[in-house]
């Protein structure tokens, strides 16, 4: 199986700040990668597919960049409503897996 | 309005089954791969099982290879989840998700979830 790592486990930051989180792969998996958020007691939503690409309705304030084993998650500038888990998610191959996830607080 | 829908979770002892359903609407159900995906209380995401549009693919995560079956009913716009010989494991808010490809396969719409809790 494909093993996601992602750092850090969370993070404290504030509004305005640039972010990144950070997500390796234990094996190549070409941009077959996906960012979620997640807000507490919610449903996972898709912001980031194919390692760069911005989901519709997403704000451009999130980015990905990446390929292969290593891949970054960036929030330009952090708004309250992005204090959130994120989780990273390869579908090279199933078993598909997800990293741990992130949790951004104030 | 793209939506899907869960239901069928609830309260099942150890060694019990239960079945989950998703009904979708506002899409093209039979053109879609569509999947599951739990969490376990104060955990992180877990896929479950994905089925492609004619059922002739299905995938499953290892720990419930043999006692889960995902299923669909295109005519119906449904998918489905049969769990058996549940464990305590197994507790965790389950997810319909469809799967969508555009470079590469990624979900991109969620259900709001349904609990299973696997207890005595």
């Known amino acids: 199986d494909i093993q996601m790592t992602q750092s850090p486990s969370s993070l404290s930051a504030s509004v305005g700040d640039r972010i990144t989180i950070t997500c390796r792969a234990s094996q190549s998996i070409s941009m077959y990668l996906n960012w979620y958020q997640q807000k507490l007691g919610r449903a996972p939503k898709l912001l980031i597919y194919a390692a760069s690409s911005l989901h519709a309705g997403v704000p451009s304030r999130f980015s990905g960049s990446g390929s292969g084993t290593d891949f970054i998650l960036t929030i330009s500038s952090l708004q309250p409503e992005d204090f959130a888990t994120y989780y990273c998610h390869q579908s090279l191959r199933a078993p598909w897996t997800f990293g741990q996830g992130t949790k951004v607080e104030i | 309005e793209v939506q899907l829908v869960e239901s069928g979770g609830g309260l099942v002892r150890p060694g019990g089954s239960l079945r989950l359903s998703c009904a979708a609407s506002?899409?093209?159900?039979?053109?879609?791969?569509m999947g599951w995906v739990r969490q376990g209380p104060g955990k992180g995401l877990e896929w479950v099982a994905n089925i492609k549009p004619d059922e002739t693919e299905k995938y499953y995560v290892e720990s419930v290879r043999g006692r889960f079956t995902i299923s669909r009913d295109n005519a119906k716009d449904s998918l489905s989840l049969e769990m058996n010989s549940l464990r305590s494991e197994d507790t965790a808010v389950y997810y319909c998700?469809?799967?969508?490809?555009?470079?590469?396969?990624?979900?991109?719409?969620w259900g709001k979830g349904t609990t299973v809790t696997v207890s005595s």
């Open positions: 506002g899409f093209t159900f039979s053109n879609y791969w």
């Open positions: 998700a469809r799967v969508a490809w555009r470079s590469g396969y990624h979900m991109d719409v």
